[in-house]
């Protein structure tokens, strides 16, 4: 069913457990009864790079990079799907560390998307209006702060409990910048 390495596991609700290889074969297992749900494979590339999640009440949302490709994937009521490709990248340049939050931001998950030329792309997943839920991405805000492949970024927020909230981005590169970045107006990225 797949090739490679084991590139990715998730957890998610302590049953499910999502796991990535590197043929891009995505697969959510069952761990109570140890079956198979469902899974995908990317029909054209087969090099899986990253991975984020982000879980509510209605479903669990997956970003994925695959050879200069961001998809938003979803997964609801035991069906894994692609909601849609959130961008596509040319010149050899590819998505290398991805994360997400909904922290501070009301409905509108954001995503903080590294490349391997050194940028960080922030965008928002907006949920459609329909009763079923679909999403799209609006992109917000291009930061060129470091200068090699960005290997791992995250979220902080800080002051959570306050009204007075600050949001942060921790980001580091292949060139060994560590930068710890404030968004200082997020009423422009929500």
Known sequence: MFKGLLMGIELIN???????????????????????????KHPKYFQFICWCFYSNNKQ?????????Q??????YLEELKVE???QKIKNNINYTSLAITNKD??????IAAGLNNG????????????????????IN??????????????WILINEEKEEKEIF???????????FLQLLNTDKIE
């Open 14 to 40: 302590d049953n499910l457990l999502f796991i990535a290889f590197e043929d891009s074969t995505i697969c959510v297992l069952n761990l109570k009864n140890e079956k198979l749900i469902d899974s995908l």
């Open 60 to 68: 669990t949302l997956i970003v994925i990079s695959v050879i200069g």
């Open 70 to 75: 961001l998809y938003l994937l979803s997964y």
């Open 84 to 86: 849609c490709i959130l």
């Open 105 to 110: 931001f009301k409905e509108n998950p954001k």
């Open 119 to 138: 940028e960080i792309q922030i965008f928002s997943l907006i949920p459609s209006n329909d009763q079923i839920p679909k999403w799209s991405k609006q």
């Open 141 to 154: 805000i291009c930061l060129n702060i470091h200068c090699n492949s960005i290997q791992c970024l995250k």
């Open 169 to 179: 981005i921790f980001s580091g590169s292949l060139d060994e910048k560590i930068v």
